[in-house]
């Protein structure tokens, strides 16, 4: 599958990290680092520190992005923000079902696939997170957990849809443990989640949407990952909160 046909999509996930001086702060020493970058460059950051991100980002190459929205549109739903408000303030950008949500908030295949559509129907790209536990991957069923996951969170998302959604392969193994899938083990996956969205859409639409990796991704192993031919970028975590690191990551992108 030819991977010139995407341009590849680095994306940081600040998690909960910063206040909005300090957000501003990176922001400003990653600018020149990125400007160049051939890749699109998102800073998935805190709701609170959303402005900052904006005001700090305004005229680069930066885009900035938000980590969860709510399946409503707005409602009794204390402490919650909707898609609409994200859009409302100009976010592009929101990751649903990361698995830190899916393991400590609860989020499930439904809740998953309920606010990927809130995020489209909204105007919004999403960064869909998918992956196995250790455990799945162990007992040899991570083709089944992803392929399930994905089809629910993608249910009546339409073609047209599908150029506003990522996917992002996260191993729950791989997440803030300094464990990285070995490329072979990445691609494998993204290839999977690729051979299913052709059969669910069409080869075309396959083809054009943006496969990330996440896990662990470093400067060190982000050359490797990102060379091979299913995976289109990556969606990472802790080195995105150093500016040298990020840039890093960005830069392997150059190679394609
Ligand atoms: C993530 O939070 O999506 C992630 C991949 O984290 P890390 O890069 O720290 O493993």
């Given amino acids: 599958m030819n991977k010139a046909l995407r341009k590849p999509v680095i994306a940081g996930n600040w ?24 890749c699109d460059v998102v800073l998935c950051v805190p709701f609170v ?22 399946w409503a549109n707005s ?12 859009k409302a303030i100009g ?6 079902g990361h698995s830190e949500r899916r393991t400590y908030f609860n989020d499930s295949s439904e809740t998953v696939a309920a606010r990927t559509r809130a995020a489209l129907d909204a105007g919004l790209t999403v960064i869909l997170c998918v992956g196995e536990t250790r455990s799945e991957r162990e007992q040899g069923i991570t083709q089944e957990i992803v ?30 443990t300094g464990l990285t899938a070995t490329a072979e083990q990445a691609n494998e996956v993204n290839a999977w989640i690729r051979a299913l969205l052709a059969e669910l859409y069409s080869i075309d639409a396959a083809n054009g949407v943006v496969i990330q990796y996440g896990g662990s991704m470093n400067a060190a192993n982000a050359g490797e990952l990102l ?24 830069k392997a992108t150059y190679f394609f």
């Fill in 15 to 38: 998690k909960m990290n910063l206040t909005p001086d300090e957000t501003a702060a990176l922001i400003e020493q990653m600018k020149p680092l990125v400007a160049d970058a051939a």
């Fill in 49 to 70: 520190d959303i402005a900052a991100a904006q005001a700090a980002a305004a005229g680069s190459n930066i885009q900035i992005g938000a980590q969860n929205c709510h």
């Fill in 75 to 86: 409602g009794a739903f204390t402490g919650e923000i909707s898609a609409p408000m994200l």
């Fill in 91 to 96: 976010v592009g950008y929101v990751i649903v």
């Fill in 147 to 176: 392929r399930t996951q994905t089809k629910i969170a993608l249910q009546g998302v339409s073609a047209e849809e599908l150029k506003r959604v990522i996917v992002a392969y996260e191993p729950v193994w791989a997440i803030g």
């Fill in 227 to 250: 060379a091979q031919p299913d995976i289109d970028g990556g969606l990472i975590g802790g080195a995105s909160l150093k500016a040298q690191d990020f840039s890093a990551i960005i």
